[in-house]
């Protein structure tokens, strides 16, 4: 084959990628999770799920579709309600790590419904709803933050610990850079809220932000019992 005709066939492949991503609507994933202790102990209240108390572990807040350039998409299909009876199989991992502290009390249909409407359907093109919670339950037992602090000390004793502390921790565990979000608790302190990392946009692994959230925090910060 000539030179031309290789040339073409890049050309192709290189149309072909960009009619993908066209296509598939986002660039990459947000996988934020989230500290339960930290959610309940600001001056909105929380309830327990159904289920009971959920374990002392980081739990799913959402994978959010998101741009390169910082925006994201949200609810793009209004057409593609939730729907319990796509995921039932995976209800026991959704209670365990994915789980609810709104209140009133309840099963998790609604954070869930929330998350597949407004996030979950912009991805829609990659993942079906199925996928979609299955891919975000596999991730986050890939990622086992709590070890990961664990590991360099940091636990959630109520101590105080420096933000630079917790970001370097995640890359050494993770590999990767994190952003931290805080909360303050009634007495104006600053805790350790959500992690944010990203996923490629097939929600396999874990890769480096295009471009990370910027989520301010006070230098030093409340990792909460709970
Ligand atoms: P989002 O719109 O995806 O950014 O999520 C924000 C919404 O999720 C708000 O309505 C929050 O109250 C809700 N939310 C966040 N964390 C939880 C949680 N652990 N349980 C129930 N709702 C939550």
């Given at each position: 084959m000539g030179k031309s005709g290789c040339s073409f066939i890049l050309l192709e492949l290189l149309l072909l990628?960009?009619?993908?991503?066209?296509?598939?609507?986002?660039?990459?994933?947000?996988?934020?999770?989230?500290?339960?202790?930290?959610?309940?102990?600001?001056?909105?209240?929380?309830?327990?799920?159904?289920?009971?108390?959920?374990?002392?572990?980081?739990?799913?807040?959402?994978?959010?579709?998101?741009?390169?350039?910082?925006?994201?998409?949200?609810?793009?299909?209004k057409n593609s309600p939730y729907d319990g009876t796509k995921v039932s199989d995976l209800f026991s991992r959704l209670e365990v790590s994915w789980a609810t502290l709104a209140c009133p009390t309840n099963n998790g249909t609604k954070f869930w419904s929330h998350e597949w409407e407004k996030h979950g359907t912009c991805s829609e093109s990659v993942l079906d709803q199925h996928s979609y919670f299955e891919a975000t339950l596999n991730i986050k037992d890939k990622v086992n933050l709590l070890h990961i602090l664990e590991a360099a000390g940091i636990r959630p004793d109520d101590n105080f610990y420096k933000v630079e502390d917790i970001k370097e921790a995640i890359k050494a565990g993770t590999g990767y850079d994190a952003a931290v979000e805080c909360n303050s608790d009634p007495s104006r302190n600053g805790q350790l809220f959500q992690v944010y990392l990203c996923v490629d946009a097939s929600a396999k692994d874990l890769i480096e932000c295009p471009v990370l959230p910027k989520r301010k925090c006070k230098s030093s910060i409340q990792f909460p019992i709970f």
């Open positions: 990628q960009c009619l993908i991503s066209l296509g598939q609507g986002y660039d990459f994933f947000y996988f934020v999770q989230q500290w339960p202790g930290s959610y309940c102990d600001t001056k909105r209240s929380c309830c327990y799920p159904t289920a009971g108390k959920p374990a002392a572990n980081f739990t799913i807040h959402g994978l959010w579709p998101n741009y390169n350039n910082a925006t994201y998409p949200s609810n793009c299909n």
